[in-house]
């Protein structure tokens, strides 16, 4: 059996008078891929956010290779966020600087590569998300489906060993959601361990070892992709229910 790599124990989170989280539990394997369903508004984002301290959970524990990290101060962080990357739901761009400047950003923030290491690593991404010599090119010169890409090479730069998935299909159209569902697999295949929040049941089917339901505060379900969808749960079904 593989190792877990990513522990939730535990976790309540509330916003004032509202129970997002009311004792989840969840983990993730090295190099495995989990699909996260749930209703708008069930907390999904915050969720992802825990995990890396952009939100601070009310009870519980986070674990990483079994370190404790969620009480950890920003600065405690910071090693964590590199190797678990979250990849924000809109590929958060900053506009003002080229695909170039962008995915190299991590690198300039946290390593003491030279230029010329750094011109080649970005080079390799742009190969893998398959936007070869884009370098030059301003964000908002790209599609929506290409920025997301990206956003997600910038999410890959510092080679993590788990990258959370925000919805990286929503509002995509389906030639662009294949694309950045085929370089989530080329991810996967590298061995890199995912959480993907998702409304899009068939991307998550095809991508994920395992399927989470997120509802009213708990998971209510963590089992196959095939035992998803053969699941009788009422909750379950109506998820399964938008797959075709
Ligand atoms: N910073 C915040 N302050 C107050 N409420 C928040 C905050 N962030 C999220 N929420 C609320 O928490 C709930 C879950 O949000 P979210 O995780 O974004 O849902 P989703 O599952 O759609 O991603 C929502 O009701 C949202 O309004
Ligand atoms: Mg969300």
């Not at 939730?8 to 997002?20: A, D, S």
């Not at 009213?216 to 095939?226: E, R």
């Amino acid at each position: 059996m593989s190792e877990t790599i990513l522990e939730l124990k535990n976790i309540h989170k509330r916003f004032g008078k509202n129970n997002i989280h009311q004792g989840i539990n969840l983990s993730l394997k090295k190099g495995e891929s989990l699909g996260l369903l749930g209703g708008s508004g069930t907390g999904k984002s915050v969720l992802l956010r825990s995990i890396v301290g952009l939100e601070r959970i009310d009870q519980g524990e986070i674990l990483f290779h079994n370190k404790r990290i969620d009480n950890l101060d920003e600065e405690k962080l910071t090693p964590y966020r590199i190797k678990i990357s979250y990849s924000f739901q809109t590929g958060a761009l900053f506009d003002s600087i080229n695909v170039f400047e962008n995915i190299a950003y991590p690198l300039f923030e946290h390593t003491h590569f030279s230029y010329s290491q750094i011109k080649d690593r970005v080079g390799e991404m742009l190969k893998l998300i398959d936007l070869p010599d884009r370098e030059e090119v301003m964000p908002s010169d790209l599609s929506g489906g290409m920025q997301k890409r990206v956003g997600m090479a910038r999410a890959m730069i510092l080679n993590p060993e788990v990258i959370l998935y925000d919805e990286p299909t929503a509002g995509l159209d389906p030639a662009n959601t294949l694309n950045v569902v085929s370089l989530m697999q080329r991810l996967k295949e590298k061995g890199l361990a995912s959480i993907f929040v998702t409304h899009d049941i068939p991307s998550a089917l095809m991508l994920c070892d395992r399927i989470v339901v997120l509802h009213q505060g708990k998971i209510i379900f963590d089992d196959t992709p095939l035992n998803f969808q053969a699941s009788n749960d009422l909750i379950v079904k109506k998820f399964n229910a938008t797959k075709d």
